[in-house]
Nanobody
Framework: QVQLVESGGGLVQAGGSLRLSCAASGRTFSTDTMAWFRQAPGKEREFVAAVSWNGRRTYYADPVKGRFTISRDNNKNTVVYLQMNSLKPEDTAVFYC???????????????WGQGTQVTVSS
């Protein structure tokens, strides 16, 4: 059974940090681009960050550049991380992990999705 399972969400004050994790299993994900998207209430799902299959290339949405860092570990099963620093109330959203092989910022290019983890940043 293919699964992407996110963890690490929660409630944090503005300026704080959280580290999200996504554990991928059920097939080999070591050659997939892995990404994080988020969806705030009443808004469309938006791209946050992506990392290439070997971890050498990373991509970020403008609102999170310099604050968020994406990384991955392919040693056994693929695990993807999102380190989020200097969090702002506008970062409040459900964060989703995704795996795919197309254009990194397009949600439609990703074939596998996790169930999401809530991140709430209080002011």
């Amino acid at each position: 059974q293919v699964q992407l399972v996110e963890s690490g969400g929660g409630l944090v004050q503005a300026g704080g940090s959280l580290r999200l994790s996504c554990a991928a299993s059920g097939r080999t994900f070591s050659t997939d681009t892995m990404a994080w998207f988020r969806q705030a209430p009443g808004k469309e799902r938006e791209f946050v960050a992506a990392v290439s299959w070997n971890g050498r290339r990373t991509y970020y949405a403008d609102p999170v550049k310099g604050r968020f860092t994406i990384s991955r570990d392919n040693n056994k099963n693929t695990v993807v991380y999102l380190q989020m620093n200097s969090l702002k109330p506008e970062d409040t959203a459900v964060f989703y992990c995704a795996a795919g092989s197309g254009t990194y910022y397009r949600a439609t290019e990703y074939n596998y999705w996790g169930q999401g983890t809530q991140v709430t940043v209080s002011s």
